[in-house]
């Protein structure tokens, strides 16, 4: 079956770097886009970015822009998400999702791993 | 960007039909879809395009859109659909890929 594992969550000060990973199992990870989707604490669902299932595009939300680098090996059904800078603001769960195609829904998703930017 | 609003919640007694609306400029023309969260837990896709099921989610959970509205119904509702849930929109053209609506929380009474 779909297995969505993040890893990589912790305590980070502001203006500081993180790494998450996403790693995937039980399907086609190649056929496949993933996409971050955060949640801050007690708040609503707020995309992050998408990667393509090749890793030639990707996109990201206006808040995290120029800030976080997404990337994917396929060897390793794995994707990161490399967050610096760090604010407060990107206190969140991080949740990894995978996706069929650009307009296609999130049909699975990972349980997450919390974030948590303060000094 | 786009906006996709819904109401904050939304109260049903069990074996009642609850409505969700996620309104948006002309999001007829868009294709929706709809997910469930419970606490701790990580977002079910429950609809897409509008009106699809995915495999394993009841017969209960229905779609529609049209004009500037589109609703989620839970029909015979039950105490395990108590939830939080969200429609959402893709939204290329703007480059926000994903587009969420605020979020409607369902308590079953």
């Known amino acids: 079956q779909v297995h969505l594992v993040e890893s990589g969550g912790g305590v980070v000060q502001p203006g500081r770097s993180l790494r998450l990973s996403c790693a995937a199992s039980?399907?086609?990870?190649?056929?496949?886009?993933m996409h971050w989707v955060r949640q801050a604490p007690g708040k609503g669902l707020e995309w992050v970015a998408i990667i393509w299932y090749d890793g030639s595009s990707k996109y990201y939300g206006d808040s995290v822009k120029g800030r976080f680098t997404l990337s994917r090996d396929n060897s390793k059904n794995t994707v990161y998400l490399q967050m610096s800078s760090l604010r407060a603001e990107d206190t969140a769960v991080y949740y990894c999702?995978?996706?069929?195609?650009?307009?296609?829904?999130?049909?699975?998703w990972g349980q997450g791993t919390l974030v948590t930017v303060s000094s | 960007s786009y906006v996709l609003t819904q109401p904050p919640s939304v109260s049903v007694a069990p074996r009642q039909t609850a409505r969700i609306t996620c309104g948006g400029n002309?999001?007829?023309?868009?294709?929706v879809h709809w997910y469930q969260q419970k606490p701790g837990q990580a977002p079910v896709l429950v609809v897409y395009?509008?009106?699809h099921r995915p495999s394993g989610i009841p017969e209960r959970f229905s779609g529609s859109n049209s004009g500037n509205t589109a609703t989620l119904t839970i029909s015979r509702v039950e105490a395990g659909d108590e939830a939080d849930y969200y429609c959402?929109?893709?939204?290329?053209?703007?480059?926000?890929?994903?587009?969420f609506g605020t979020g409607t929380k369902v308590t079953v009474l």
């Open positions: 039980g399907f086609t990870f190649t056929n496949y886009g």
């Open positions: 999702a995978r996706t069929s195609d650009t307009a296609a829904p999130a049909d699975y």
């Open positions: 002309n999001i007829g023309s868009e294709s």
């Open positions: 959402q929109v893709c939204d290329t053209t703007t480059g926000h890929f994903y587009v």
């Open positions: 395009d509008d009106i």
